[in-house]
């Protein structure tokens, strides 16, 4: 029996695997090291996870005990990973350090450890080629990304990689016939390749040629769809990468891929069309694109219920009263991982799903509805006239929820038991809708036929990098149902993903909201070899989902055995780090679906790999299944609109600005001259050091000196502009007795040049934030006084509301104001020392 004791052991070893490694010094850590101990790391691992299997199946363990209260698993798999990564890192440092030391050293071991382990490099697959000059432009980008671009490959990947590109098939295979083999040719045959087929104007013609010639449908099917779809979109990818400007082809491109489609698909487009509040314009390529993923996904589970039920006529014939019976809710969709509250007893869940609620009568339902307040069609929070949900009652039709439906007494669908007949093909649906251009439609359905077993969603394991070429592998959640794509706040620092600001809300059914902060992009593929890489914008959520599988043995089902699994773990609990939306879907989405029995999921095939989902026999556990969608609240929307518009709120005064204003109402008075004299507003808790502030203007008056010294044009303007103020008498001469010096302040000033003006080019300016010796300003020492300027969105409301308005500047407008002489027991005449000759 598996000790708790022994499992911690293993735990210890796993988590300190590469930091025992680093101990053993440079000189020790080669590449046979390194490699030998990842293979330890792994049969640890195995040990870990046969260890966790019999613990969780030894009744006797503790329940509470800290193993599983911190969900172990989850941090010694992340331990496992982050280790294994280490060590591939110290893998590829040792081999960049061979490329460096092989030339001078043809003896060096590390670089015979590498030799012995050089079949252990991960093969490099380019897809084949048969000359098809269509083809040209993925094979070309794609050797160009694994291999042209790849620095410091190895010489004997240069010689697979010769022999590989040699595989090429048709007329391309002729090209290269007459070349010899060997690594140092490969340089030769890709030029020959290039020379032959990179013919832009070429291929320009061939892919226009093709999208035209496209087939339209044969018949209304979802490979149909898609075939017609990813055709069309595959070729104007191509276009785009050689240059031509097909975003502005949208008019053309949604007239030619509408003639492809059927009638029955063009009708739903035109029906679709025709609700838009601007129906008379014309639609994108990119609205074409969403509507017809749409319809392809409302295609594959129309198809795939009828192949279900071909396999299982016994579904058909099931007894109605027991279907009745066990009746049992299934939520397919929901906002996120927290339950929502329930109006009526306040435990988490749905009211669909209150039991105090549905031990009602259809009376007293009512009245409840009505003293919460709630919409009586989808139990919302809102008035039934403002219900925006298309859905209606499954008994009569009507605007309202069936659970309300009041039977008619002469209504004769019972039997003689007096019990309502209920049909096998019955449903109780439940939408709701949010009328919004960024909400995606959130669904949780009722059967009233018995399905037993817990639900396997679909699950990817991809291989998730960044702009850096930063990797790791994590478990993705494929949701056809979201809008958006969502990665979690730890896959972001693990890859160190450049986030992008924005704002978007996420919410559900309940009306959940939590906001999404910021947006990365990066790239996936599947964690299988393959070619196949897609970009990927997502928002970032602190966490996506609590799901966790709950499979005991697959190796049941038969239908998936040799099958390459987009997620070969998925009956093993594990995080999920990443959301893939329905656009995503729709683009890793292929033509194959393979099905098992009632209680076996489904496999549908895609780039990733074979995705599994559907139900399993397994006990439920009562388990939250979660999806997350975007939703930009119209109210939202609507109180930003008003708020840009509304002008800014004045600040209230504080006491300073009363102060001042009191002071200004006091002092000021009006010349005979039309002047205004005004008495500077010092500050009563500040006196000012006055004394030394005629050595800081002196110095400054020398520096200005110096600077005319060597600028006489400067002197003349600078000395113009002053007389000008004198007499203007804007400025007097003060003489003052050096013993008086101490009781005035004085202000240094400096010449400003503006060359562009026309009028004045040299103006004076007197710098009163300069600081004495004391460090001391004249500046500091005056109350600032409230802003009196008006608020500029007033100004220009203001403007709008007169047809002719004038603007003028008031010349010197700040010179029309006398000082008085006495401040307090001071006496700061307001001078420029200057020197007698300016």
């Not at 911190?70 to 294994?84: A, C, P, R, T, V």
């Not at 910021?518 to 970009?535: C, D, Q, T």
């Amino acid at each position: 029996m598996v000790k708790m004791q022994d499992q911690k052991q293993v735990i210890r070893l796993i988590k300190n695997s590469f930091g025992n490694f680093k101990k053993l010094g440079k000189d020790m850590m080669t590449a046979g090291a390194c490699v030998s101990r990842m293979e330890q790391l792994k049969v640890r691992w195995e040990e870990f996870e046969k260890n966790h299997k019999a613990l969780m199946a030894d009744e006797a363990i503790d329940a509470e005990d800290e193993y599983f209260a911190k969900n172990q698993y989850e941090i010694s798999y992340e331990d496992f990973l982050m280790n294994m990564g280490l060590y591939q890192d110290h893998l590829l440092k040792v081999k960049r350090e061979i490329s460096q030391l092989g030339a001078k050293s043809g003896t060096n071991q590390i670089e015979a450890d590498m030799d012995a382990n050089r079949a252990k490099l991960p093969q490099i697959i380019i897809g084949d080629f048969s000359g098809d000059i269509q083809d040209w432009v993925r094979f070309r980008d794609t050797f160009k990304e694994m291999v042209i671009d790849r620095p410091n490959l190895p010489e004997h990947l240069q010689d697979e990689l010769f022999e590989d590109l040699r595989h090429v098939k048709g007329e391309a295979a002729e090209l290269l016939r007459e070349i010899p083999s060997g690594g140092e040719h490969f340089a030769n045959a890709w030029k020959v390749l290039l020379n032959h087929y990179d013919n832009t104007r070429l291929l320009i013609h061939k892919l226009l040629e093709s999208l035209m010639s496209m087939p339209a449908m044969v018949d209304n099917s979802a490979s149909e769809l898609m075939r017609v779809l990813n055709g069309t979109r595959n070729i104007l990818q191509a276009l785009k990468a050689l240059g031509s400007p097909v975003e502005h082809w949208d008019h053309f491109t949604v007239f030619l891929t509408r003639s492809k489609i059927t009638l029955q698909c063009q009708a739903k487009w035109e029906d679709s069309v025709k609700q838009k509040e601007h129906s008379t314009t014309p639609s994108s390529f990119n609205e074409l694109c969403k509507f017809l993923e749409a319809e392809r996904s409302t295609l594959s589970l129309l198809e795939s219920n009828k192949e279900f039920a071909k396999k299982t006529p016994q579904a058909r014939t099931e007894n109605k009263a027991t279907a009745n019976k066990n009746r049992k809710s299934n939520n397919f969709v929901q906002a996120n991982a927290d339950r929502t509250t329930c109006p009526v007893c306040s435990e988490m869940h749905s009211v669909e799903q209150c039991n105090k609620f549905r031990k009602q009568s259809v009376e007293e339902r009512k009245q409840t509805l009505g003293k919460k307040r709630l919409c009586y069609n989808c139990f919302g929070t809102h008035m039934l006239r403002d219900c925006k949900s298309t859905a209606t009652c499954f008994t009569c039709n009507g605007k309202h929820h069936t659970l309300i439906h009041a039977p008619f007494k002469k209504d004769g669908a019972q039997n003689s038991s007096g019990k309502k007949k209920v049909s096998s093909q019955e449903k109780l649906e439940y939408s709701e809708e949010t009328v919004s251009p960024q909400s995606v439609l959130a669904t949780t359905s009722y059967n009233a036929q018995e399905i037993s077993g817990e639900a396997l969603l679909a699950t990817a394991s991809i291989r998730a990098s960044s702009s850096d070429g930063q990797c790791t592998i994590v478990r993705a959640l494929v949701d056809q149902c979201a809008q958006s794509s969502f990665v979690t706040e730890a896959l972001c620092q693990r890859l160190c993903l450049k986030k992008r600001r924005v704002n978007v809300p996420v919410s559900g059914i309940g009306q959940g909201l939590t906001n999404s902060r910021s947006e990365v992009e990066l790239a996936i593929r599947p964690h299988f070899p393959s070619k196949f890489k897609l970009m990927l914008k997502a928002y970032v959520l602190p966490t996506i989902t609590s799901y966790q599988p709950s499979c005991r043995d697959p190796k049941i089902w038969s239908h998936i055995q040799g099958l390459q699994l987009a997620d070969p773990n998925f009956e093993r609990p594990g995080r999920i780090d990443v959301l893939l939306s329905t656009q995503i879907h729709a683009r890793i989405v292929q033509e194959g679906l393979k099905t098992g029995g009632e209680n076996a999921p489904i496999a549908t095939k895609s780039r990733l790999g074979w995705i599994l989902s559907g139900s399993v026999d397994e006990p439920s556990q009562g388990g939250t299944i979660v999806c997350l969608q975007t939703d930009g609240q119209l109210d939202d929307l609507l109180k930003s609109f008003w708020e840009i518009e509304e002008p800014p709120h004045a600040l209230p005064w504080s006491a300073e600005d009363k102060l001042c204003e009191a002071h200004y109402q006091k002092n000021t008075i009006r010349l005979a001259d039309g002047r205004y004299q005004v008495r500077l507003p010092a500050k009563p808790e500040m006196p000012l050091d006055w004394d030394n502030s005629r050595q800081i203007a002196r110095s400054c008056l020398l520096s200005l000196e110096r600077k005319f010294n060597r600028n006489p044009s400067l002197r003349v303007e600078y000395s113009s502009a002053i007389t000008q103020m004198i007499e203007s008498n804007q400025m007097r001469k003060v003489d003052i007795p050096p013993e008086d010096y101490g009781m005035h302040y004085f202000l240094p000033h400096h010449a400003v040049v503006k060359e562009s003006s026309t009028t004045t080019r040299v103006r004076p300016v007197f710098n009163a934030s300069a600081r004495n010796a004391s460090g001391q300003s004249l500046n500091e020492h005056l109350m600032t006084g409230p802003n009196l300027l008006p608020q500029l969105v007033l100004v220009l409301a203001h403007w709008r509301c007169y047809p002719i308005a004038f603007v003028a500047d008031v010349s010197k407008c700040t010179y029309k104001y006398a000082f008085i002489q006495k401040i307090g027991n001071y006496n700061p005449s307001f001078g420029v020392k200057t020197r007698k000759r300016i």
